[in-house]
């Protein structure tokens, strides 16, 4: 007989231990024993769209099947963002790194850049405008929108959860997630706005989303699948959820995968763990050494 959904009973220290294990061993993200209300009441609508019971009856579910290990993270997990957070970092972007690249790049005009952990996608899109904006200036008479200034520039946005990739890709945002006082001119170049019943949303423009691929990936694997080098990652408020086991592997295949004059930014309430493969060059950004 199918179990039917009904009131659930609280998680018992076992059952969530089992739980915190799965994660763990999935996705890398240590949950504490103070997170046991919020996974009981971020599981309580899955429990009910599925027609479970009980928890325990959830665990047996989620321990084999593999898709609904991931409809597990995007329930647990927590995106909130904003264009252009932790502004010094996109305005180092714009005004030293990205220079840099265009004269150390020269010959090859190849620029490859990492979001790890994109949420929902104003962290690429901060990057790909700041970018324009630095073509902008090193190229006066060019417009980045028209084939960005003769330049191969990509950028990989990578997140576990499928729920924030889908709205990513969409480039769709409430106006709110804009800092104030950018200028008409500057919003212009970059996002249509809404009409009608949307108009305090806005769409970035499709020259941005052109250089961008968004793309499912889980920091814990064993290895990335790229063979190309990137000359920037970001990975900002993504390792705070990590012990320092997991931190340490995934700062060591971050170093792998970067150039040899390549840079990490962090979040700003993150440390650079393992100090003898990146050197700090500003607030939470540090050259690969």
Not at 23 to 48: H, M, P
Request: aromatic share 12%; net charge positive.
């Amino acid at each position: 007989m199918e179990e039917q959904a009904q009131d659930n009973s609280p998680i018992t220290d076992e059952l969530f231990e089992l739980f915190t294990k799965l994660i763990y061993n999935f996705a890398g993200i240590r949950l504490s024993g103070q997170k046991k209300t919020l996974l009981v009441t971020r599981l309580q609508k899955r429990l009910r769209v599925l027609g479970l019971a009980s928890y325990h009856a959830y665990y047996k579910l989620v321990k084999e099947d593999d898709d609904e290990r991931v409809m597990m993270l995007n329930c647990i997990s927590t995106n909130t963002t904003n264009f252009f957070r932790e502004n010094h970092h996109f305005e180092m972007l714009r005004d030293t790194l990205v220079p840099r690249l265009l004269s150390n790049r020269r010959e090859q005009r190849e620029i490859r850049i990492w979001s790890a952990g994109c949420s929902t996608g104003e962290e690429p899109y901060s990057i790909a405008i700041s970018i324009s904006e630095a073509l902008r200036r090193a190229y006066p008479n060019a417009d980045p929108a028209d084939t960005w200034c003769g330049w191969d520039i990509r950028i990989l946005a990578s997140d576990i959860s499928t729920n924030v990739l889908a709205n990513a890709q969409s480039g769709l945002y409430s106006a709110g997630h804009l800092p104030a006082g950018l200028s008409p001119e500057f919003l212009g170049r970059y996002f249509l706005r809404g009409n009608s019943s949307c108009e305090e949303m806005v769409k970035v423009k499709e020259f941005l989303k052109e250089i961008i691929r968004f793309r499912r990936l889980n920091l814990k694997d064993a290895s990335y699948p790229f063979t190309r080098k990137f000359d920037l990652i970001f990975c900002r408020n993504v390792m705070i959820y990590f012990d320092d086991t997991m931190k340490s592997q995934v700062l060591a295949k971050f170093h792998h995968h970067l150039a040899p004059d390549g840079h990490i930014f962090l979040g700003h309430s993150e440390t650079m763990f393992n100090s003898r493969l990146f050197s700090p060059v500003g607030i939470t950004v540090y050259r690969r050494v």
